[in-house]
C-alpha cells in the first residue's frame, strides 16, 4: 500500500478485488481493480465496477495494493510509470525509495519478492518501509513454528481424534471435539447396526439431529453413520465417507431439529431408504459415555449398543421369549442383556422387538436353531465390537 490521497486502487485480481470491495464497504472510493485499465497485459481474475465519472489512474489514489501473477510490482506499475504520473510513480522502484525518503509518500508495505524471502533488498534501509514474506512459512522462526504446530496436531489426532486445519473436514477444538466424541462413536455403532440388522440396498440416508447435536458441528458424526452403514467395503473412513456414497448414488439428507424424547436431550436418528423398504433407529448417549439404542423400526426399546448382539423380530404371542433364552443356553451363549419392545400401532397381530446382547458372536448353528421357534419372524446377529 502507498498512502497519498483518499481514493483505493487495487492492481490485480482475485485478493485484490476483495480488498477493493472491502474498501467501498468502508466507505473509501473504490477506483477498481485497474488490470484492464492500467495493466492491458496483466490476467484479469476478477474486476469490481468502476465509477464511471472517475478517470482509472494512479495518480488519484491515496491507496495502491497490488498483486499480479506472474509479475512482481516494480516490473508491472514500472511499465505505466508514464500513465500513472511521478506523484504515486511506481510505489515499489527507485522513483518511490526516493519519495519515501523525502517523505513526499508516507511509507510502503511490501510483501511480495521476485525472490523469497528477500536477501538485499534496496528497501530495507528505509524506516518507512515495512518488508514480510509473503510466504509466512519462509522464516526461520515460522519453519521452527509450523513444524511444532504440524506435530502437535498430529500427536492430538493420534491421541485424541482431534482434527484441526483439515482442508477436507471442518476443525474441531479440543473441547468441541471431547463432547461430540461420544456421539461421532454412538453415530458409527448407529451405522453398523442398521447395515447389520436393517434391510439392505441402500438408496438414500436421512440423518436427523436432535438436541445438543442440532447446534453443534455434526460433520464428523455424519461420515462417522455413513462408515458404518458402508462397513466392509473397502477405503471408506470417516474423511472420505460422503464422498464415496455420493459416489455411489446414496442420497444423504440431514436436519436438525430440536426434540426430546424420554429424556434425553441429545439423540441421533438414521433412517435407510432401501430398495425393499426403510429401516429407522434412533439412538442417544447416556451417563456421558454409554451408547443406548432407544427406538428400531418404530418399536421403543432401550438396547446397549455394544458388543455381540441378536436382534429378534416375532409376534407378540406367549412363550418367545422363554424358548429364544432355552436354545441360547442349550449353545452354550449367555446372556448379558435382554431388551424387549412392541408395537403401538393397535394393529394385529402385534409385532414385537427382542435386542439381547451375548458375550460371545451367535454362530450359524445357533441361528439355525432360533429358526425352529414358529413366531419367530425373525433373528439377526449384529457385532459392533
Known amino acids: 500500500m502507498v498512502e497519498c490521497g483518499g481514493d483505493l486502487g487495487e492492481v490485480g485480481g482475485g485478493v485484490r478485488a476483495q480488498v477493493a470491495a472491502l474498501g467501498q464497504v468502508l466507505a473509501q472510493q473504490a477506483v477498481g481493480v485497474l488490470v484492464r485499465a492500467a495493466l492491458p497485459g496483466a490476467v484479469r481474475v476478477a474486476e469490481v465496477d468502476l465509477d464511471p465519472g472517475v478517470?482509472?489512474?494512479?495518480?488519484?489514489?491515496g491507496h495502491l495494493g497490488a498483486l499480479v501473477p506472474g509479475q512482481g510490482p516494480a516490473q508491472v506499475l514500472g511499465q505505466r510509470r508514464d500513465h500513472c504520473g511521478d506523484r504515486v510513480a511506481d510505489g515499489f522502484g527507485p522513483v518511490a525509495r526516493r519519495q519515501v525518503a523525502q517523505q513526499d509518500v508516507a511509507g510502503a508495505a511490501l510483501d511480495v519478492f521476485t525472490v523469497e524471502p528477500p536477501k538485499d533488498s534496496p528497501y530495507a534501509a528505509l524506516e518507512t518501509v515495512i518488508l514480510t514474506p509473503h510466504i509466512a512459512g519462509s522464516t526461520a522462526e515460522a519453519q521452527e513454528a509450523v513444524g511444532v504446530q504440524i506435530a502437535m496436531q498430529v500427536r492430538e489426532y493420534l491421541k485424541l481424534g482431534v482434527v484441526q486445519n483439515a482442508v477436507n473436514l471442518p476443525s474441531l477444538s479440543h473441547e468441541e471435539y471431547v463432547q461430540l466424541a461420544p456421539y461421532i462413536d454412538l453415530a458409527g455403532r448407529l451405522g453398523a447396526f442398521l447395515a447389520q440388522a436393517g434391510k439392505s440396498g441402500i438408496e438414500g440416508i436421512n440423518l436427523t439431529y436432535g438436541g445438543a447435536l442440532a447446534e453443534s458441528k455434526t460433520d464428523l458424526v455424519r461420515n462417522a453413520a455413513i462408515e458404518g452403514l458402508l462397513q466392509g467395503s473397502e477405503n471408506v473412513n470417516r474423511i472420505?465417507?460422503?464422498?464415496?456414497?455420493?459416489?455411489?448414488?446414496?442420497?444423504?439428507?440431514?436436519?436438525?431439529?430440536?426434540?426430546?424424547?424420554?429424556?434425553a436431550a441429545t439423540l441421533l436418528t438414521v433412517e435407510l431408504h432401501t430398495s425393499t423398504g426403510r429401516s429407522r433407529a434412533t439412538a442417544t448417549v447416556i451417563h456421558g459415555e454409554q451408547p443406548?439404542?432407544?427406538?428400531?423400526?418404530?418399536?421403543?426399546?432401550?438396547?446397549?449398543?455394544?458388543g455381540n448382539l441378536l436382534v429378534c423380530r416375532n409376534l407378540d404371542v406367549p412363550g418367545v421369549i422363554g424358548k429364544i433364552g432355552t436354545i441360547l443356553g442349550e449353545q452354550g451363549v449367555n446372556i448379558a442383556n435382554f431388551a424387549l419392545g412392541r408395537e403401538r400401532t393397535g394393529l394385529k397381530p402385534v409385532k414385537a422387538l427382542a435386542v439381547v446382547q451375548v458375550d460371545a458372536p451367535v454362530s450359524s448353528r445357533t441361528l439355525d436353531a432360533l429358526k425352529t421357534i414358529e413366531a419367530l419372524l425373525e433373528a439377526k446377529p449384529v457385532q459392533l465390537g
Open 55 to 61: 478517470d482509472p489512474q494512479l495518480g488519484v489514489l
Open 240 to 263: 472420505n465417507a460422503l464422498t464415496v456414497a455420493q459416489e455411489r448414488g446414496i442420497r444423504v439428507h440431514e436436519e436438525k431439529e430440536e426434540m426430546r424424547r424420554g429424556g
Open 292 to 306: 443406548r439404542l432407544l427406538e428400531f423400526d418404530g418399536i421403543d426399546i432401550e438396547a446397549p449398543l455394544e
